[in-house]
């Protein structure tokens, strides 16, 4: 078939290349300027290398991106990580239409952090979803799901790099040509079951040590490695990455105050919070590289007893 993608970084290229390897035309590839200082697009990169026309607009509303997509020719146009806005002239171009890719299972988790809420939120199983783009925002008819579990201790880059990219490509495949055979179907979203989430960021990414061990325990897994669930300590900011969650199984097993560090030992520290405490083994200063919690508490000079969060 003839394939038109539009993406970019590592998940545009992945998708790009198992086209080819396959056997299959990649006629255009639609591509996001990169930003000043930014590093390079590996999808651009590997397009240019195959001498492949690569067309990177600022958005693909203009006349200049329709035409583009027109004089492609494709019978399919595949959308792979795509954070510009794509207008039904554009995407109803190609002669089958376009998919798009997003990693959970629509309609819940609509939204640019789609991977780290579910985590977040505590779910056991998320997935990728294979869809028809319309105007509004991951809310087209469903072609294709695949489900993936998530374990208790899995973070954001397990549940991706480990299960969401490699579902989503072979995922892609398999919809193109479903979608090309005629032999597709499409369900509409179910708005009675839908959500939207907004981007993970600093603001929700910030722990609140008065919060069920488990809220922080999945807040701390679900944003690593980004965005960093974060914490202060004596007005000094750290990110915590990886980490481990003990409940307390009696009256009186959570030690000392919520949000206190209850001990340091060889490898971490440990932080008390409402049902048990979060032991911390991996951490990042505000200016520095990742380093062990416990090489932190000897580097700061810390204690049992003084709080984070202050």
């Known amino acids: 078939m003839k394939v038109a993608i539009i993406g970019q970084q590592d998940f545009g290229k992945a998708v790009f290349d198992a086209?080819?390897?396959?056997?299959?035309?990649?006629?255009?590839?639609f591509t996001a300027p990169e930003k000043n200082g930014a590093k390079p697009d590996p999808l651009r990169l590997a397009v240019q290398e195959k001498q492949i026309k690569l067309f990177q607009l600022?958005?693909?509303e203009s006349e200049e991106a329709i035409m583009a997509m027109k004089s492609l020719g494709a019978d399919i146009a595949v959308m792979?990580?795509?954070?510009?806005?794509?207008?039904?002239?554009?995407?109803?171009?190609?002669?089958?239409?376009?998919?798009?890719?997003h990693p959970s299972l629509l309609p819940k988790y609509r939204g640019p952090s789609s991977i780290n809420w579910p985590i977040i939120c505590g779910e056991v199983e998320t997935g990728v979803t294979i869809f028809r783009p319309v105007d509004g925002w991951d809310e087209g008819p469903i072609v294709l799901q695949k489900t993936a579990k998530i374990n208790p201790d899995d973070t954001l880059g397990n549940v991706y790099f480990d299960k969401l990219f490699p579902l989503g490509v072979q995922a892609l495949l398999e919809a193109?040509?479903?979608?090309?055979?005629?032999?597709?179907?499409?369900?509409?979203?179910?708005?009675?079951?839908?959500s939207y989430e907004g981007w993970m960021r600093a603001a929700e990414s910030k722990i609140n040590w008065s919060n069920h061990v488990n809220y922080v325990y999945n807040l701390i897994r679900g944003c690593n490695p980004a965005p960093g669930a974060w914490t202060t300590l004596n007005g000094k900011k750290i990110h915590i990455f990886e980490a481990k969650k003990h409940l307390s199984r009696t009256f009186g097993g959570t030690k000392g105050k919520i949000?206190?560090?209850s001990e340091i030992g060889e490898r971490s520290m440990?932080?008390?919070?409402?049902?048990?405490?979060?032991?911390?083994?991996?951490?990042?200063?505000?200016?520095g590289a990742k380093m062990?919690?416990?090489?932190?508490?000897?580097?700061e000079g810390l204690s049992t007893g003084e709080l984070l969060g202050n």
Request: charge should be negative.
């Open 19 to 29: 086209f080819l390897e396959r056997g299959d035309e990649v006629v255009g590839v």
């Open 58 to 60: 600022p958005n693909l």
């Open 80 to 101: 792979a990580y795509v954070e510009q806005f794509a207008p039904q002239e554009f995407v109803n171009t190609p002669r089958c239409g376009t998919i798009q890719y």
């Open 176 to 194: 193109a040509d479903l979608v090309v055979a005629g032999k597709h179907t499409e369900l509409v979203q179910d708005e009675s079951k839908a």
């Open 259 to 261: 949000g206190s560090i």
């Open 270 to 287: 440990t932080i008390s919070a409402q049902g048990g405490q979060i032991e911390i083994i991996t951490l990042r200063p505000e200016s």
């Open 292 to 299: 062990s919690a416990a090489d932190y508490a000897r580097q």
